[in-house]
């Protein structure tokens, strides 16, 4: 069977070459569009502003007030006294403070009321306790050196962090967890003062600030055999499960 469509008239054969010529047009009309330039017209009207400064103020004249001469100065007394001084004048007299070789200086007696007894006051001395000679004793330990106190202390801490541990119920619910450092003095007379604490949240630093202030009453730490206070620095955990 024979095609139906004229072979002679197939436009497909020069589509290539119709391609090639539509290119060339685009090319062309772009080209004349970048190469236009427009110029300004000759007869265009430029408005220019010029401001001349008036220099020649006029100045108001003005008459000047006209004043009374001032008073005249008070007439000197036609009949001049003479008073004599009669007022004694009292002359100081300095003696010399110099001395030589033959003054002899006597020297005043001293008594026994003039003495005064000067107190010597203690320094308030802060030792850290990992240096202390003598550590801080906990209730309930006993050892004979200082080694064997500062296990004892530190096992007694966390026995009582543990007894007295409480997780806040608000911490709780907010997922809140973290590390809290507590740095705490025990002073000369075994007390816990000055309670500090770093931690993430408020909540947590409150709850480890009221574990160690829980802490008992122990035997202060001695330097050089005089109590003296001693710093403590203790981390506390707050984990949920």
């Not at 004229?6 to 772009?30: A, E, Q, R, W």
């Amino acid at each position: 069977m024979k095609p139906k469509k004229n072979p002679k008239v197939d436009l497909n054969k020069k589509s290539g070459l119709f391609f090639v010529i539509g290119l060339v047009l685009v090319l062309f009309v772009v080209w004349r569009a970048l190469e236009l330039r427009t110029y300004p017209k000759e007869g265009a009207e430029v408005e220019i502003l010029s401001v001349v400064d008036n220099l020649d103020e006029m100045v108001p004249i003005t008459d000047a007030p006209k004043l009374p001469p001032p008073p005249a100065p008070p007439a000197a007394p036609e009949i001049i006294e003479i008073v004599e001084d009669i007022a004694k004048i009292e002359e100081t007299v300095i003696q010399s403070t110099e001395t030589n070789q033959e003054t002899v200086v006597e020297a005043a007696p001293l008594k026994v009321e003039d003495v005064v007894v000067v107190e010597e006051e203690e320094e308030d001395v802060e030792v850290p306790f990992a240096v202390i000679e003598n550590v801080p004793v906990f209730p309930g330990c006993t050892g004979k050196n200082n080694d064997a106190l500062k296990a004892c202390f530190q096992k007694k801490i966390q026995e009582h962090i543990q007894k007295h541990f409480t997780y806040p119920d608000v911490a709780v619910e907010l997922g809140i967890e973290g590390r809290v450092y507590v740095q705490f003095i025990i002073n000369n007379t075994g007390e816990i003062v000055q309670i500090q604490t770093r931690g993430p949240d408020k909540l947590l630093e409150k709850e480890a600030n009221r574990i160690i202030a829980a802490l008992p009453h122990m035997e202060p730490g001695k330097q050089r055999g005089r109590a003296v206070k001693v710093s403590y620095i203790i981390p506390i955990t707050f984990r949920l499960q």
